[in-house]
């Protein structure tokens, strides 16, 4: 049976073309890290971590490469930043449709004196961005958003919270995990303080692996949660003032670096804007599927302009985890059953506690693996 895989919002798969042999070469043939040596294979490294740096820089239309610092993923660097800039007495909003990677931390302040509100979300989950004004207080500091849900695809208007958060003075996070790679992502236009992006996503690299970019004044505010060598200022015991090794303490993934660096010599190659207009192809296809098929409700929204490719059902006359178990079984195709570590996500939806299935297709998915998992949804949905 063949295997058609449906889970991109967790993970792209397959990875373009070169990108799990350049890790391979890496393993086999340099070996070195940055920064610790001058000979040339390390120097070699270094021109491989500079130039996705500037790729990064580039994608994201943000000046400065040398503020693209590369984290762990994107948890760790949402991680870095909450917990780097919050500090007791501190408020926080976020909208009703976040992930756990920023609802885990946030909830964890709230035991060193970080107060935070959720800006509420239609059944679509939209946010209710005329809500804000009233919802902050004097001591309000950040505001962190998911530009797209992994839940529904549903997009929100990064551009217009922006500009209601610099009127207030207020710092604005972007958790661009679902949009990063699918639609253009532009640092300046929409206001951002910081972006935290996961490699292994939309840009299409492998894991274990993501970057946070810092506007330089927030970064001058945000104290580093991880300290230790650099490969520079060996002199000292403390962290170096510059970037970006203030915040890259440790060997970094080097593997890594080289696998998404291949990965995104091929969004550059490819565009993003060919890549979204492939995916929202298919995601119109999907959606006008789903409207003659009355045993399942979508959750999130019709609109195809407000929305990237993942598409959430909730059957109606089976349990969820049991129809993605026969997605699996009798059609090859793979999902995501559950609540997708997003609960605050599914509770706007209407979808807690069963959750959905998830579907969410990404560059190499086929108009015949949507057309089978439709076919596949109309019988299991039965």
Request: proline residues 4%.
């Amino acid at each position: 049976m063949k295997t058609i895989y449906l889970d991109n919002a967790a993970t792209s798969f397959p990875k373009p073309a070169g990108v799990s042999q350049r890790m391979k070469d890496y393993l086999d043939s340099v070996g070195a890290t940055v920064n610790r040596s001058v000979y040339s294979s390390a120097q070699d490294a270094g021109l491989v971590l500079l130039t996705l740096r500037e790729r990064l820089a580039k994608l994201f239309h943000f000046d400065d490469p040398t503020y693209v610092i590369l984290t762990p993923g994107m948890t760790a660097g949402m991680n870095m930043v909450i917990k780097g800039f919050l500090k007791s007495g501190d408020h926080c909003l976020v909208s009703s449709m976040e992930h756990n990677a920023v609802m885990r931390p946030i909830q964890q302040l709230t035991e060193c004196g970080i107060s935070f509100d959720r800006i509420p979300c239609d059944r679509e989950g939209f946010l209710d961005i005329d809500a804000i004004e009233g919802m902050i207080r004097p001591n309000t500091r950040l505001l962190v958003m998911a530009h797209g849900s992994n839940v529904s695809g549903t997009v929100q208007d990064a551009e217009r919270v922006g500009k209601i958060c610099a009127a207030h003075g207020i710092a604005f996070v972007l958790d661009a995990a679902q949009t990063a790679g699918h639609i253009d992502v532009d640092f300046y236009k929409f206001g951002l303080s910081a972006l935290c992006v996961p490699g292994h996503k939309g840009l299409l690299g492998p894991g274990g692996i993501g970057a946070m970019l810092l506007r330089k004044d927030f970064a001058a505010q945000l104290t580093p949660l991880i300290a230790g060598g650099t490969g520079s200022a060996s002199d000292s015991e403390l962290l170096p003032s510059y970037m970006p090794d203030r915040f890259e303490s440790g060997t970094p993934n080097m593997p890594g670096v080289y696998g998404w660096e291949a990965a995104m010599a091929f969004l550059d190659e490819t565009g993003v804007e060919n890549l979204h207009a492939h995916e929202m192809a298919l995601t119109e296809r999907f959606l006008n599927g789903l409207k003659d098929i009355d045993t399942v409700r979508l959750a999130g929204t019709w609109d195809l302009d407000r929305r990237v490719g993942v598409v959430s059902v909730d059957f109606k006359n089976i349990d969820n985890a049991e129809a993605a178990y026969r997605l699996e079984t009798e059609y090859g195709i793979l999902t995501r059953c559950g609540l997708h570590c997003a609960p605050s996500a599914h509770k706007s939806l209407d979808t807690f506690p069963q959750g959905t299935v998830r579907f969410a297709v990404g560059f190499a998915s086929t108009e015949e693996d949507v057309d089978t998992a439709l076919e596949a949804i109309r019988v299991i949905g039965a």
